[in-house]
């Protein structure tokens, strides 16, 4: 993947930046949080025997550089990570994939 500001991203995916630095450039994206490196982009999916979104605080302390997370998320985040905010993330996700292509 090329990199990516997340303000390039929130476009992409649909979602709205509603903290951190849009600027940012993200190189990869992940959907595991325990797997999630300094300056990539955690997106939190629901399924059905598990919450991303329990988790985005451990991909932040990773050094994730932001998260796409759902309207209703009331997590907290250090200062600077992004924080995407999308209706659906997994829409979210796929559109990105869809207009990265």
Known sequence: ????????????????????????????????????KPGELFVALRGDNFDGHEFVAGAAKAGAAGAIVDLA???????????????DTLVAYQNLAANYR
Not at 14 to 34: C, I, P, Q, Y
Not at 73 to 87: H, I, S
């Open 1 to 36: 993947m090329n990199r990516l500001s997340i303000l390039q991203i929130a476009e992409l995916s649909g979602a709205k930046l509603e903290a951190g630095e849009g600027n940012v450039s993200v190189a990869k994206v992940s959907t595991d949080s325990r797997t999630a």
């Open 73 to 87: 998320w009331k997590g907290k985040v250090p200062k600077k990570f992004a924080l995407l905010r999308a209706e």
